[in-house]
């Protein structure tokens, strides 16, 4: 079985800002990969960035990195250089093979407010 | 262009009237999966397809039900929706053994 826990619902950050957004999970799996998604009002989901659980280097794209901790099994999202079209739910997830399927667990989510 | 396309993005039905939400892909993958999506919740897996085989999740309710008639398209048939069934409900899918997911804009349902 999986958690995964996003405990804060919202977040607010000024335009050019850094903000760090926080989740911890806990999954039985040995093998997993640790998700962020980012679902704009009415859009779809789509991938912000991902890590893959055996590597120890943080995953990085563009202006989004992640701080994982798997001993603490955290996951957190840093958003630097904020802009207005950041603003959006994001959701936190973990995954776990079943056959062919790839099983997403994710967080409650916290939506994200950019202010100008 | 959007790759996986949901009809239709906005369905009202009454309470008990079946309602069917379809969702298309043209990327040729061979998962797809459905989730609902509650208000200010996070998404829940309903039951996916690997090509035609289905797997029910084990706590998805006996009223909604799926088909996938080709690679291309999957539904979701609700028989008799409830007050609670009101939702968004997500379609995504993902190539075999991959790790992402795409997932389509949603059809978010309300229910008189």
């Known amino acids: 079985a999986q958690t995964v826990t996003q405990s804060q619902p919202e977040m607010s950050v000024q335009e050019a800002e850094t903000v760090t957004l926080s989740c911890t999970y806990d999954?039985?799996?040995?093998?997993?990969?640790l998700f962020w998604y980012k679902q704009p009002p009415s859009r779809q989901m789509i991938l912000v960035i991902r890590?893959?659980?055996?590597?120890?280097q943080n995953a990085t794209e563009n202006r989004f990195s992640v701080n994982f901790q798997k001993a603490a099994k955290s996951f957190s999202l840093k958003i630097s250089d904020s802009q207005l079209g950041d603003a959006a739910m994001y959701f936190c997830?973990?995954?776990?093979?079943?056959?062919?399927?790839?099983?997403?667990?994710f967080g409650g989510g916290t939506r994200l407010m950019v202010k100008p | 262009d959007a790759m996986v396309i949901q009809n239709p993005r906005y369905q009202v039905t009454q309470f008990g009237k079946p309602v069917t939400l379809s969702c298309s892909q043209t990327l040729n993958h061979n998962v797809m999966y459905w989730y609902q999506q509650k208000s200010s919740q996070a998404p829940k897996l309903l039951f996916h397809?690997?090509?035609?085989?289905?797997?029910n999740e084990a706590d998805t309710p006996d009223n909604f039900q799926s088909r996938r008639p080709n690679t291309s398209f999957c539904f979701l048939d609700i028989r008799s929706p409830g007050l609670g069934d009101a939702a968004m409900y997500l379609c995504?899918?993902?190539?075999?053994?991959?790790?992402?997911?795409?997932f389509g804009a949603g059809s978010r349902l309300t229910v008189l």
């Open positions: 999954t039985s799996e040995s093998d997993y990969y």
């Open positions: 397809y690997y090509d035609k085989d289905f797997n």
């Open positions: 995504a899918t993902q190539v075999s053994g991959a790790n992402v997911l795409t």
């Open positions: 890590q893959e659980a055996y590597k120890q």
């Open positions: 997830a973990s995954n776990s093979f079943r056959g062919a399927g790839n099983m997403l667990t």
